[in-house]
């Protein structure tokens, strides 16, 4: 397949905002769909803004109609995120820039140095360096923390 390399400047193409910068995005294949506001990036994704990579299967842009700013980000199928030394495994991953959330859900593995956390569901706040990390299936919330 021929990989498509983006360097996708949100300053070229849409409203500036107070956390719009560069996002660099790789994929096999890229799907623009100017009328429904959306980009869609298939088959081995990798993107990368500031310090947060994301690895997927599948990414998905969301704009906002009235203003075209980035409304939401959407990772799915096999998402790996790491910002610094924390590297997180899940099913899919959603990032709200305008608020800088990102929750990921399904199998989530958390590991930071020695220390991993296996839970259902985490929400990072970006902005409050805050982490909520919550069970809903039968299993709960297992953390294992190494005291160096």
Same mark, same amino acid.
């Given at each position: 397949?021929? *990989? ?6 949100? &300053? ?6 107070? @956390? !719009? !910068? ?23 994704? @990798? ?8 690895? !997927? ?6 704009? *906002? ?29 959603? @990032?709200?820039? !305008? ?24 929400? &990072? ?10 069970? @809903?299936?039968?299993? *709960? ?8």
């Amino acid at each position: 397949m021929i *990989r498509i390399a983006l360097n996708f400047l949100l &300053l070229l193409f849409y409203s500036t905002t107070s @956390y !719009s !910068s560069e996002i660099n995005i790789l994929s096999d294949i890229l799907e623009v769909d100017k009328k429904n506001k959306d980009t869609v990036f298939i088959g081995n994704v @990798y993107a990368i803004h500031n310090d947060l990579e994301i690895w !997927s299967d599948k990414v998905t842009i969301f704009f *906002r109609d009235e203003s075209d700013e980035i409304k939401e980000i959407v990772a799915k199928t096999k998402v790996k995120i790491k910002k610094g030394d924390m590297v997180a495994l899940g099913n899919t991953a959603n @990032y709200k820039p !305008s608020k800088n959330i990102l929750t990921i859900n399904g199998n989530v593995k958390v590991q930071e140095k020695d220390n991993i956390i296996n839970c259902d569901e985490l929400v &990072l706040d970006l902005n409050k360096s805050t982490s909520i990390m919550s069970s @809903y299936s039968s299993n *709960r919330v297992n953390a294992i923390i190494i005291n160096n």
